[in-house]
C-alpha cells in the first residue's frame, strides 16, 4: 500500500485547511518538550508569527536512560491543544505506546512515532485505526525498504493517512548527533506516494546546521519539516537545546523557505 506501483499519484494528507503533500511546504515547529503553559504559549505564538502551521511538542519522550525527564504526560497534551487553538496552528505529539494512542489522539491532529519505536509493531497497528495522520520516524538504523514496510503497518491497519520523516540514522560520524540521509527524500518520493518530512534538528544534532539542512531537504523536494525551537535553549528540560533554534533564527528560515517554496 505504500508503493508508488500501487498508487501513483502522491498521497495530499488535507487536516483543516493545511495540505500535506499538495506541493506547499508546511513547517512543524516547536520544542522537543512541552514544559509549562506559558512556555508552549509563547512558543505557539512565535511558531504562528514566524509563518508556521503545525505546532509540536513532546508530552511523552523517550528517553535513552531511565532518570532523564521523561514529559510531562497527559497535562502537556493539554497544555499544547490549548496553545494550538489559541494561535489556529495543528499541533503533532508523540505517542509511544498503544495504551497511549486514544488520548493523544483527543488532544493532537497529527500522531507522531519515534525514530526508536518505528518498528513498535503494536503501536503501529493500533495507529491503523486511530482516524489521525501519523508522522513516522525512520529508525535510526531502518533501511529504507524497513521504512516503508513499518508505513505498511499502518496503512494495512486502514490508515492512509501517513507521513515518512527522515530524521537522521546512525553512522560512524559523532560530530552531528545522526546523520540526515538527504537521499532518503528523493528516493522514498520515488519508491513511495506518501509525502516526505525532514528533521534537521535531530538529523543534526546541532543548531547552527539546523538552517543549510533545512534548505538542502527542500532542495531535496522534502514536503514539510519539522523544527526544534525554544525561547531559552539552553534551559530546556531534555538535551535538546542544542539543537533548538532561537525564535528569531525560526523566522529567519522560514522567511528564506518563502523564497523557496511558497508555504501553505
Ligand atoms: C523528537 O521529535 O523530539 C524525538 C524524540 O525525535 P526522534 O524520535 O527522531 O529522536
Ligand atoms: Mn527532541
Do not use: W
Amino acid at each position: 500500500l505504500a508503493s508508488r506501483d500501487f498508487h501513483p499519484e502522491n498521497t495530499v494528507i488535507t487536516i483543516g485547511d493545511v495540505k500535506i503533500g499538495g506541493g506547499d511546504l508546511v513547517v512543524m515547529g516547536g520544542p522537543c518538550a512541552v514544559e509549562s503553559p506559558a512556555q508552549i504559549d509563547e512558543i505557539a505564538s512565535l511558531v504562528k508569527a514566524a509563518g508556521g502551521q503545525v505546532l509540536r511538542g513532546g508530552a511523552f519522550k523517550p528517553r535513552t536512560g531511565p532518570y532523564s525527564f521523561q514529559g510531562i504526560g497527559v497535562e502537556g497534551l493539554a497544555m499544547m491543544a490549548e496553545a494550538g487553538k489559541k494561535y489556529g496552528l495543528l499541533t503533532i505529539t508523540e505517542v509511544m505506546t498503544p495504551e497511549y494512542v486514544d488520548v493523544c489522539a483527543e488532544y493532537a491532529d497529527i500522531l507522531q512515532v519515534g525514530t526508536r519505536n518505528m518498528q513498535n509493531f503494536d503501536l503501529l497497528r493500533k495507529l491503523g485505526d486511530s482516524g489521525k495522520p501519523v508522522l513516522l520516524k525512520r529508525g535510526f538504523s531502518a533501511t529504507y525498504d524497513e521504512f516503508l514496510n513499518a508505513a505498511e503497518y499502518i496503512l494495512a491497519g486502514g490508515n492512509p493517512n501517513v507521513m515518512l520523516c527522515e530524521r537522521g540514522i546512525r553512522t560512524f560520524e559523532t560530530y552531528t548527533r545522526n546523520t540526515l540521509d538527504l537521499a532518503a527524500i528523493p528516493v522514498l518520493h520515488s519508491l513511495s506516494h506518501l509525502p516526505v518530512i525532514a528533521d534537521p534538528s535531530h538529523g543534526t544534532g546541532r543548531r547552527e546546521l539546523v538552517e543549510p539542512m533545512t534548505k538542502a531537504s527542500v532542495a531535496a523536494g522534502a514536503d514539510g519539516l519539522i523544527i526544534e525551537m525554544h525561547t531559552d535553549p539552553d534551559n530546556s528540560m531534555t538535551g535538546d537545546g542544542v539543537q533548538s533554534l532561537f525564535p528569531e533564527q525560526f523566522a529567519a528560515l522560514l522567511r528564506d523557505l518563502e523564497k523557496l517554496s511558497p508555504l501553505v
